[in-house]
């Protein structure tokens, strides 16, 4: 649907400004139109490989392996473990359903662990409380490229023997002393769908630098066979493989990642310059080491703020619900800090292509509701 279209549904007349959308420069389309022309066999081949191993790279892990999307990386992940019937599997209660569902996926028990209050991120002293005989995997999600306290949970990990994954779709471009994240524990998760710093429209990859786990993975996602284009399967395995098409996309993206990192970090400065005076709208920092995936901010009555910014023309979206509020987990109870900020949470436009008068725009009108 056109911006014009769109923008009769809107009361007024100031350009209609997306939460998010996907952003290519022309060098990235005509890639994808080259090899549209080109003797190609759209299937996952060289390309992929070839994005494989420059993500690698820029993530300074030893192995990388792209499926469909975020939530099969993170399945993928629980299944090759093969862990024994009734494990936990413990995750934070602020998160993507998705990051929750993968333990149920996979036929584990769900635990859901309160965040701090201090970044949003899963707390270590929740994480403690929660902790059983049966624990046996952390799903840590770095929420909104946040680091968190990572470091504290890797300790407890290492010293319960829990299995530390970690979910960083929001984080490309986030470090922890020098590495960058999704290198912290066994595997880390990534995902390329629409409005993630670097999209394919769908996609996901894990990071390991555990080569016996990678080959599991490299397998699990072929059918359960080695070699392409033979049917001997001596192991299980699903189809879970992406396109050429994805990669090539994917490639044009990471080859100017530095510049997209850069203009992330601006856009939420630029947010955090304007809005800090304002005592009743909340902003958790971004640190030198961080990259956010987009820009969000708790206040109260967010739903009466919400719809005066759309008849302004500025679209936003609710931060993701506390998992425990939704039906399907809803028996879960006593997670204070994340049924408080999940519930006053919305993300601003975060666009590649925002510009600053825009953010002064969301900025101003924004002000001037919450006062």
């Keep these: 649907m056109k911006q014009k279209k769109l923008q009769k549904n809107y009361k007024s007349k100031e350009p209609l400004l997306y939460q998010i959308k996907?952003?290519?420069?022309?060098?990235?389309?005509?890639?994808?139109?080259?090899?549209?022309?080109?003797?190609?066999?759209?299937?996952?081949?060289?390309?992929?490989?070839?994005?494989?191993?420059?993500?690698?790279?820029?993530?300074?892990?030893?192995?990388?392996?792209?499926?469909?999307?975020?939530?099969?990386?993170?399945?993928?992940?629980?299944?090759?473990l093969k862990l024994n019937k009734g494990?936990?599997?413990?995750?934070?209660?602020?998160?993507?359903?998705?990051?929750?569902n993968v333990a149920k996926f996979t036929g584990h028990k769900l635990k859901l662990v309160d965040i701090s209050d201090k970044d949003l991120c899963m707390c270590p002293e929740d994480l403690m409380k929660k902790i059983s005989k049966k624990s046996k995997v952390v799903i840590f999600t770095h929420m909104n490229g946040r680091i968190g306290q990572i470091d504290k949970i890797k300790k407890i990990c290492r010293r319960k023997n829990i299995i530390l994954i970690e979910d960083a779709a929001h984080a490309i471009g986030s470090f922890f002393?020098?590495?960058?994240?999704?290198?912290?524990?066994?595997?880390?998760?990534?995902?390329?769908?629409?409005?993630?710093?670097?999209?394919m429209g769908q996609g996901g990859a894990i990071i390991t630098n555990n080569r016996n786990l990678a080959n599991k993975l490299r397998l699990y996602k072929n059918f359960g066979r080695k070699n392409s284009g033979e049917d001997i399967h001596n192991y299980f395995g699903?189809?879970?493989?992406?396109?050429?098409?994805?990669?090539?996309?994917?490639?044009?993206?990471?080859?100017?990642?530095?510049?997209?990192?850069?203009k992330k970090k601006n856009i939420f400065k630029r947010y955090e310059s304007k809005l800090k005076k304002n005592i009743k709208i909340k902003l958790f920092k971004i640190k030198k080491n961080e990259t956010p995936w987009s820009v969000d901010v708790y206040i109260d009555n967010?739903?009466?703020?919400?719809?005066?910014?759309?008849?302004?023309?500025?679209?936003?979206?609710?931060?993701?619900?506390?998992?425990?509020?939704?039906?399907?987990?809803?028996?879960?109870?006593?997670?204070?800090?994340?049924?408080?900020?999940?519930?006053?949470?919305?993300?601003?436009?975060?666009?590649?292509?925002l510009k600053n008068k825009d953010i002064d725009r969301v900025c101003k009108v924004l002000n001037q509701i919450v006062n």
């Design 238 to 262: 699903y189809n879970l493989k992406i396109t050429d098409m994805q990669s090539v996309l994917g490639l044009g993206q990471l080859k100017i990642i530095k510049s997209l990192i850069k």
């Design 87 to 100: 494990s936990e599997v413990l995750v934070s209660n602020y998160t993507m359903v998705a990051t929750a």
């Design 22 to 80: 996907p952003v290519f420069k022309k060098e990235i389309k005509d890639d994808l139109i080259n090899y549209i022309k080109g003797d190609n066999w759209f299937t996952e081949f060289k390309f992929t490989k070839k994005f494989e191993e420059k993500f690698a790279k820029y993530t300074n892990s030893k192995y990388c392996i792209c499926f469909p999307n975020g939530t099969l990386t993170m399945s993928s992940v629980l299944d090759c």
């Design 302 to 353: 967010i739903k009466k703020i919400k719809k005066i910014l759309e008849k302004k023309n500025i679209l936003t979206r609710y931060v993701y619900p506390p998992l425990n509020s939704q039906k399907i987990y809803k028996n879960i109870k006593n997670l204070p800090i994340s049924e408080h900020f999940c519930t006053r949470g919305l993300w601003l436009p975060s666009s590649l292509d």
């Design 177 to 199: 002393k020098k590495k960058h994240v999704g290198n912290l524990g066994i595997a880390g998760s990534f995902s390329f769908s629409m409005p993630k710093l670097i999209t």
